[in-house]
């Protein structure tokens, strides 16, 4: 096999992040967007040892399961993988692709059907448009897959409708003076209360009020507009120093009837709707009593432990993102909830020391970014001997090793139960629930 070599394939399986398996001789191929049991003309685009790549060039029979893309620019741009698959079978795929992953590693775990989305279109409450300058024109959009060029476009199926509307406006009124040296916008719309927050994020403060000021005209909802100094050299979006253009650093969510204060260097999930039936499947796998004392790993700004605060004695909850443990502390007292208490640390440092003192925890709480817990943490949460451990992943990879860990400790997983977060894109949120053995 040779690179730009052309063959007639079928599709046999489909890997988890939207790649179609096909065989030639013993060579497996990838080639990005065949469904299984399509069939295609396919151009080899590189060879490996064992596998290779390849490109649709013209596809001669279709799944039932493909639709036409709702988006114009679904081919270029990297943010979604699924939209040339139809909804309900986008969820099969997950439902199966993880329950295959994890059976090959773990038996006895019961994955239950993933819950989607009424709507699963214009859901998320965050986006993070890179700014580039070419040829005297200011580019604006998602970055195309694996790269760094820019995809513009004017309008995006996954963001919320007043993001597109704020991304449009600026879009329009944006000058070549304010986008020199602008690495990137982001914007926040709060899905119960509407408010919104911009942050331009680059490495020169240049002088914004212009737009500022046509922008609060034309969205009264406009609550925080803010500039982020970021001179780094990686592609860590925000810098450390910040300062308020308008209003506060911060707007106001709602979440299962909490208001939640939200700074833009907190954490909040993508998708505001589905983070609900996220947390109460979470809250219902952990059967929850006033007895009860609770750790909450990786807190964020506190939603979790204070959804859970009502059905339990006391709620610890850790994160290590200062601005997050202060929205944290703030949302208790605005809520009025006096069992939270919120700490600032790294989640495996706080783990050890519960481990130290023996701390009795009855349920833990883990809400990790993608990378996962690590060994050590599980360790020490094992130590601390909780009933129940119920994890909330945003990674499936990492969720598997985790649970391996935690079998290893004598803790085994009872059920997963996964949560459409990202739909469109082949990201998945799960809740599991690990028991003493
Ligand atoms: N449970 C929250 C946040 C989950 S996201 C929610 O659903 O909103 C993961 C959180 O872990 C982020 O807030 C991140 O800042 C925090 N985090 C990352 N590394 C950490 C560490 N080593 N120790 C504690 N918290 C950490």
């Not at 620019?73 to 079978?89: E, S």
């Not at 339990?312 to 809520?335: F, L, P, S």
């Not at 894109?425 to 799960?430: I, K, P, S």
Request: with cysteine.
């Amino acid at each position: 096999m040779r690179k730009n070599e052309e063959f007639v394939v079928t599709c046999i399986d489909e890997t988890n992040q939207a790649a179609g398996i096909a065989k030639i001789d013993d060579m497996v191929v990838f080639v990005p967007g065949l469904l299984k049991g399509e069939k295609a003309n396919i151009k080899i685009l590189k060879v490996q040892k064992s596998y290779a790549f390849g490109k649709i060039m013209q596809r001669l029979e279709s799944s039932k399961d493909r639709i036409e893309p709702a988006c114009k620019v679904f081919n270029k741009c990297g943010g979604c993988q699924y939209q040339h698959i139809d909804y309900q079978a986008q969820l099969r795929r997950k439902h199966d692709q993880l329950e295959k992953r994890i059976l090959r590693k773990l038996k006895g775990i019961e994955v239950r059907e993933v819950f989607g989305m009424e709507y699963p279109f214009y859901y998320r409450n965050k986006a993070q448009f890179p700014v580039q300058i070419r040829d005297e024109k200011i580019l604006m959009g998602f970055y195309r897959l694996h790269s760094n060029d820019i995809v513009s476009c004017d309008h995006c199926m996954i963001q919320s409708k007043k993001i597109n509307d704020l991304y449009k406006f600026i879009q329009e009124h944006i000058t070549l003076e304010m986008a020199q040296g602008l690495r990137h916008i982001l914007m926040r719309h709060a899905y119960k209360t509407n408010e919104c927050q911009i942050v331009f994020i680059g490495s020169k403060r240049n002088n914004f009020d212009d737009l500022i000021s046509k922008l609060i005209h034309r969205f009264p909802d406009l609550k925080s507009i803010v500039f982020n100094l970021n001179t780094r050299k990686d592609n860590v979006i925000l810098g450390e120093t910040y300062e308020v253009l308008f209003g506060r650093d911060y707007i106001y969510e709602s979440c299962l009837s909490n208001k939640v204060k939200l700074h833009f260097k907190s954490f909040y999930q993508v998708n505001p709707v589905q983070m609900e039936v996220l947390y109460e499947q979470a809250i219902k796998a952990a059967k929850l009593n006033k007895d009860m004392r609770c750790i909450e790993l990786y807190s964020g700004v506190g939603t979790i432990g204070m959804a859970i605060s009502k059905y339990v004695k006391e709620v610890i909850g850790v994160e290590i993102v200062e601005e997050a443990v202060k929205n944290a502390k703030e949302n208790c007292q605005i809520n009025q909830i006096e069992n939270c208490h919120y700490i600032c640390q790294d989640a495996t440092k706080f783990a050890k020391e519960c481990a130290h003192t023996k701390m009795k925890i009855d349920v833990v709480f883990v809400d990790p970014p993608r990378k996962g817990m690590t060994s050590q943490g599980i360790e020490d949460i094992s130590t601390i001997q909780p009933e129940k451990i119920v994890y909330v992943s945003c990674n499936p990879e990492t969720l598997i090793r985790d649970l391996i860990l935690f079998k290893e400790q004598g803790y085994s997983c009872k059920f997963i139960q996964p949560v459409d977060m990202f739909c469109q894109t082949v990201g998945l949120e799960c809740v599991a629930l690990i028991e003493k053995e």
